[in-house]
């Protein structure tokens, strides 16, 4: 598998329901970051959790990080249609000159169907 | 699209033809990167700059070239070596990644190519 994979690859929920889409990942990490991507347009970040946090909230988006099964989830609540969108993780990790690397995974699509 | 602009939105090319794409920034920020994006699929880093006048390959850096002269301006050439350059290329900026500081990426609107 790839760093920061996400799964599922596509999900499909009514308007009103959570959503909740996961990272995996292989190496030791700095941070994590999730990113949004509406179809054909650059990516917005939404939430960063450092190595040392376990839960960070955003408005209705719940992020957890479990680093000891280098895993992450993004939980959206009460989803709306607006939500609809491609959801990204991005692993970053520090290289040896002190500069970050910042590794993208494949992405959750989301449909949310108001 | 938070300070970056990409140029032009669509781009159309000819087999074999080189051809400059445009990104800018005017958030000061020190680190530029560009991406190419494949239908369904992730991101993957073609090359990125920490400072001015450096950069360092990507995992996809053949058949791409880049410059960074000015802090603003990272622009990406695709050469006629790249085997399949029809894709959606993004361009992100961000502070330095510095240990513990807050360094998400801000990306552009992205520039779909299509060779023809």
């Known amino acids: 598998s790839q760093q920061g994979e996400e799964d599922p690859q596509a999900l499909s929920i009514q308007e009103g329901e959570n959503a909740t889409m996961n990272c995996s990942y292989k190496t030791s990490i700095n941070n994590l970051q999730w990113y949004r991507q509406n179809s054909g347009r650059g990516l917005v970040h939404l939430i960063l959790i450092r190595s040392n946090e376990r839960e960070k909230h955003s408005g209705r988006l719940r992020v957890t990080l479990d680093t000891s099964k280098k895993s992450s989830s993004l939980l959206i609540t009460a989803s709306r249609a607006a939500d609809t969108a491609s959801y990204f993780c991005a692993t970053v990790e520090m290289n040896s000159g002190g500069y970050q690397k910042v590794t993208f995974g494949t992405g959750t699509k989301l449909q949310v169907i108001p | 699209d938070g300070g970056i602009t990409q140029s032009p939105k669509y781009l159309f090319r000819k087999e074999g033809q080189n051809v400059t794409l445009s990104c800018e920034q005017n958030?000061?920020?020190?680190?530029m990167y560009w991406y190419r994006q494949d239908p369904g699929q992730g991101l993957r880093l073609i090359y990125y700059?920490?400072?001015?006048?450096?950069?360092q390959k990507g995992d996809i850096a053949e058949g791409y070239s880049v410059s960074r002269e000015k802090k603003e301006s990272f622009p990406l050439t695709v050469t006629s070596a790249q085997k399949n350059p029809t894709a959606f290329y993004l361009c992100a900026s961000s502070r330095p990644g510095l240990a513990g500081g807050r360094n998400e990426q801000f990306f552009g609107p992205g520039t779909r190519l299509t060779v023809l």
């Open positions: 700059s920490q400072i001015v006048n450096d950069f």
């Open positions: 958030l000061n920020h020190d680190a």
